[in-house]
């Protein structure tokens, strides 16, 4: 069993940062790989980033250069991702999540693990 718990999100104006954070309490030895996702109003969830247990990043298109994902093991039970967004714009607005899943080369797999969610919002 896997709980995720985001914080972070807020109101920024274009151009602003903001740092996202989810820990996950959870053996690392579970835990293979850990995505963000996010959804903007009537669209689809869409995977933002995803790091592997190994430090491996990868990215989407329209976040790549602008947005850091990183993680850190306290101990063996819990882990904290970040999702450092920098350079924000309106079109990042959005719930984010985070999940946990398996990865394989640059793609991802999600577990049925989110958390609830924290909203981001990019004023023009």
């Known amino acids: 069993q896997v709980q995720l718990v985001e914080s972070g999100g807020g109101l920024v104006q274009a151009g602003g940062s903001l740092r996202l954070s989810c820990a996950a309490s959870?053996?690392?030895?579970?835990?293979?790989?850990m995505g963000w996702y996010r959804q903007a109003p009537g669209k689809q969830r869409e995977l933002v980033a995803h790091?592997?247990?190994?430090?491996?990043?990868?990215?989407?298109d329209s976040v790549k250069g602008r947005f850091t994902v990183s993680t850190i093991s306290r101990d063996n039970a819990e882990n904290t991702v970040y999702l450092q967004m920098n350079s924000l714009k309106p079109e990042d607005t959005a719930i984010y999540y985070c999940?946990?899943?398996?990865?394989?080369?640059?793609?991802?797999?999600?577990?049925?693990?989110w958390g609830q969610g924290t909203q981001v919002t990019v004023s023009s």
């Open positions: 999940n946990a899943g398996v990865s394989s080369g640059s793609a991802y797999y999600p577990y049925d693990y």
């Open positions: 959870a053996s690392i030895f579970s835990i293979d790989a």
């Open positions: 790091i592997t247990s190994g430090g491996r990043t990868y990215y989407a």
